[in-house]
């Protein structure tokens, strides 16, 4: 393409009016005002150490460019969260952000208003120095910080792997994304290959497929780079109104089950290239993934062995040079030297009373049981270390649950595993939840686990009088002149969970309908209390950790309807609750 360079190389390259990024309203950043605004950044932060998060796209851009510009080595935290910025504060100098930040951190906060110098830019002629560092944190396991440094010729590798592998194919496609470009994958593929190779980027991470149909055209090619957690709530998508049709989507961060993999290639008229590696190896396989191809097929220049214990070790040309083999948690089978399945993670296998169990084989047999929908088993690191199990269930499941309570729930899918393994082998510990919690990248982590079993704990709830966690995680929110949908969810240690159905914890009814009133009054200018409540129907238990959809409709000047919904497995929706609030005539 016009623009293709190496990152190290690409203050050398072309700088003019071309377009580089595009924001709502399709407003247009230039190539040269991209590169401006970076230009009189880096004057700013010559020879300090610099943590990079912002949330645009295009800020993000400048950041990176400055630092690379100014020779500043960069740091990308998993958040910016003040406590994760303060364990690795003694790594940077100063923070490049769009965002707020503690007060005792020094910063520079960004904002568009640099993107508005169309002056000229001054290209060096010389590339930055190869052992030029970007370190990224990544929240691990544990959820502590762990540090993976990489130097920016393992950056150019891969960018210039996927501009000779996919470029030609993708020519003059503008990148979208419902990945955040926090999330190293996202960083690769929505704004470093872009970026070098010309292809102009969307600034904002769109929140779902409306807004996908919304910033893009069927005149304009793009690519899509979005993961497994949108590809798995493809209900949108189905009446037919949306439009999308992206020229090559990218999937990471989590594999996509094979019948979301065949709905979405379906439905989106589009492949799917998932791709499978590591923040410390780069990419290492790809594969196109129509819902049929589960084997992975290894990229150019990576060699596959296996370990004594039947794990992926990896030789690549992303890893620094002369580091070696690197050993991934990975459990694979190699069918050819190019091509492999993948089997499960490593420290997925665990001792229970000196027994080895394999937690992918439970999660395996439980979802055979016609109750489980989702379903994740963990060995609880806090107080006795024991095997638990979380899971989502059916309407038929939570019947019986609501009937019977969680201890008889959890022996009939004890019974069930008894089955096929020993009884040491079987979780003791059972909660049911609306939603397992995952992260961006589809990730569950053993943290968010721990959670819901602490929040629980309790033999006796706090007294009402009491109640001070009383809100919703609000997710998104769309607001018209009649109608508003915020899409929330129900953290575990809510209040309203306490003390109702101590053993089973649901969220009342009588607080649905509460929210309801107050999101009139605060969106609709409605004053005083509804005096009527018609059409009043529950039919189906909200539980904690899950993500519903909640949708008010202005009916007339006094009445108002709402409902609460969520996703099932399958992407369908169904309805927890429903009614129509009256309020007086204004006088």
Partial sequence: MKHSSLLSNIWCSELDGTPAVIHRNNRITSRRQLFKAAETLSEQIAGKRVCI????????????LAAIKGNAPSVYPATNQEG???????????????????????????????????????????????????TFYTSGSTGKPKEVKKYIYQKDREIAYWEQSHGANVAGAEVHATASHQHIYGLMFRLL?????????????????????????????????????????????????????????????????????????????APILEIYGSTETGAIANRFNSGENENWSKLDGVG??????????????????????????????????????????????????????????????????????????????????????????????????????????????????KQFEDAVSVPKRWRFVGR???????????????????????????PRSKFTNTRFEEISQQVSENEIEIVLNLPADLDYFQGHFTDTP???????????????????????????????KFKKLIFPET???????????????FHFQSRRSDGSSEEHSSGLLSYPEAS
Avoid at 436 to 457: G, L, T, V
Wanted: hydrophobic residues 40%; aromatic residues 6%; negative net charge.
């Fill in 506 to 536: 649901i969220l009342p009814g009588v607080v649905q309908i509460h929210w309801a009133a107050e999101q009139i009054a605060k969106h609709f200018a409605i004053k005083g209390n509804p005096t009527k409540i018609d059409k009043l």
């Fill in 193 to 269: 290959w872009p970026l070098c190779s010309g292809r102009p980027f969307h600034a904002d991470t769109a929140k779902n497929w409306d807004e996908i149909d919304e910033i893009t055209s069927a005149e304009r090619p793009f690519i899509l780079v979005t993961s497994p957690t949108h590809l798995c709530r493809l209900s949108p998508l189905e009446t037919g109104n949306l439009n999308i049709n992206p020229k090559l989507m990218l999937s990471a961060g989590g594999f996509l089950p094979p019948e979301n993999a065949a709905k979405a290639t379906k439905l989106l008229n």
């Fill in 547 to 561: 993500e519903v959809q909640f949708l008010l409709t202005r009916k007339s000047e006094t009445k108002f309807s």
């Fill in 53 to 64: 998060f912002c949330t645009s796209s295009a800020l993000e851009a400048v950041a990176i």
């Fill in 304 to 417: 596959l062995r296996l370990d004594e214990q039947g794990c992926l070790i990896v030789n690549t040309l992303l890893l620094p040079d002369g580091e070696g083999d690197f050993k991934t948690g990975d459990i694979a089978k190699l069918h050819t030297e190019d091509e492999f399945t993948l089997l499960g993670r490593a420290d997925r296998i665990v001792k229970v009373e000196g027994k080895r169990v394999s937690l992918p084989r439970l999660e395996g047999i439980l979802s055979e049981h016609p109750w489980i929908e989702d379903v994740h088993v963990q060995l609880l690191s806090s107080g006795k270390r024991s095997l638990a199990a979380v899971a989502t269930i059916s309407t038929e499941g939570q019947d019986f649950l609501y009937r019977n309570g969680r201890f008889r729930t959890g022996r009939v899918f004890e019974d069930h595993l």
């Fill in 436 to 462: 397992i919690p995952r992260n961006q990248q589809s990730k569950i982590m053993p943290s968010d686990i721990e959670k819901i079993f602490e929040a629980n704990e309790s033999a006796m709830p706090a």
């Fill in 84 to 134: 994760a910025l303060r364990e690795i504060a003694d790594s940077f100098d100063i923070l490049l952000t769009d965002e707020t930040s503690p007060p005792d951190i020094n910063h520079i906060r960004l904002s568009d208003d640099i993107l508005q110098n169309d002056g000229e830019v001054s290209p060096q002629a010389e590339p930055v120095p190869q052992n030029y560092t970007m």
